[in-house]
């Protein structure tokens, strides 16, 4: 709940008590503020002190402290009061774009709110993208007209606005790139950024206009990084549905990169250990090779009798060849036996006949049967 208290503007601070002073702070998202408030001796250090916000002309307490409590703790915000060194120390953490405004670090006194400080806070977005991605931003709705300007110079160049027909051309200008659309039941205004340029990189403000000119709702600091992969973002240009954009730097996590050098490094020493290894692994193939062929021949060579003589007609012999096992197969049939009346023959190939020695003498003998 909002508390209504007297006006913190300097008419209203007792003099020669403390004179205001002022400052401006710009913090990104998710980051932390520090503020130290020195209050001069003359101060009642046992005098309660305030840390509150100004929004929509009311006055928010965030967080106070007391004579009995000098660490105090509120939602995201701390208050330390130190009687000695005489300094308030306020603490906000993890700031967001709405946290965003004017804030004050006050004493109680004599039942006024006496000003120490003020603080002029603006709370940014930092984006970042990769060249021909897209970028989507909703800001807070206000009532008027809604911009989004780009900051150079003293001032803020509008690049789009809410109290125009967007008008669709193929240009590479900035303003023909981008679109703005408010939404009054959600209020909110969404602001898009097509085919991002690295000369798109900048500090932009979704802002109210008006005759007095432009009020910040909220600043957006982009920067836009040149593609790694060319081949990539023209196939993204031409395909974009199919190939999601890669995501922006700072959501790739930090030890990707030295992830990759290790898994490199590993396959790198692996190839090494491999072309260390096959020289020597061919070396002995060849060592080997000859004395395989040697054993192979050896086992091929066999000595094939010449004098083989068939026993009789009805006896045959067959020994099929196989040249790849070193194995013989003889096939033997008989006959009945003869009786000796009957005639013998003998059928012998011309290579099996045999040899008559030289040396030797031949005698015949004829030997009649009774």
């Given amino acids: 709940a909002q508390q209504q208290l007297p006006s913190p503007s300097p008419h209203l601070v007792f003099t020669g008590l403390q004179a205001q ?30 840390w509150y916000h ?11 402290s007391n004579a009995h409590t000098t660490h105090t703790k509120k939602g995201k915000v701390t208050i330390q009061d130190n009687h000695t060194h005489r300094t308030v120390s ?39 993208r990769w060249e021909l991605d897209s970028l989507s931003v909703q800001c807070p709705y206000s009532p008027g007209t809604n911009v989004w300007c780009r900051r150079g ?11 125009t027909t967007p008008t669709s051309r193929n240009s590479k200008a900035l303003g023909d790139r981008t679109s703005i659309q408010r939404d009054t039941q959600q209020r909110t205004v969404t602001i898009t950024m097509q085919k991002l340029q690295a000369q798109d990189a900048g500090v932009y403000w979704c802002a109210l206009y008006s005759s ?22 023209l196939w993204q240009i031409s395909a974009p549905a199919r190939f999601p954009s890669r995501p922006p730097p700072h959501h790739v996590p930090q030890h990707s990169s030295l ?56 006896e045959r012999m067959e020994s099929p060849k196989d040249d ?18 009957e005639p013998l023959y003998c059928n012998v190939e011309p290579s099996q006949t045999p040899r008559k020695p030289e040396d030797e003498s031949v005698e015949y003998a004829v030997i009649a049967l009774k």
């Fill in 153 to 163: 110079g003293t001032g803020c160049n509008i690049v789009a606005r809410t109290d």
């Fill in 54 to 64: 100004v929004r929509d002309g009311g006055y928010k307490i965030l967080v106070e």
């Fill in 259 to 314: 992830s990759t050098f290790i898994l490199l490094l590993g396959v790198l020493s692996v190839l090494f250990i491999l072309a260390l290894i096959s020289p020597i692994i061919l070396c002995v193939r060849q060592h080997k090779e000859p004395k395989r062929r040697g054993t192979r021949e050896a086992e091929d060579i066999y000595e094939k009798p010449e004098d083989t003589a068939q026993l009789d007609s009805a």
């Fill in 212 to 233: 007095y000119g432009l009020t910040r709702i909220m600043e957006v600091r982009l920067s836009v990084s040149k593609s790694e992969y060319p081949l990539a973002a």
């Fill in 90 to 128: 306020i603490t906000m953490a993890d700031l967001q774009v709405e946290d965003s405004g004017t804030y004050y670090c006050a004493y109680h006194f004599g039942g006024w709110y006496n000003t120490l400080k003020t603080i002029s806070l603006n709370v940014f977005k930092e984006l970042h």
């Fill in 324 to 341: 790849s096992e070193d194995l013989k197969y003889v096939t033997l049939s008989f006959k009945p036996q003869l009786s000796l009346e």
């Fill in 21 to 50: 002073t002022s400052q401006e702070e710009s913090q990104p998202e998710g980051s932390t503020l520090y503020i130290q408030c020195p209050y001069t001796p003359q101060t009642d250090y046992d005098a309660p002190k305030v």
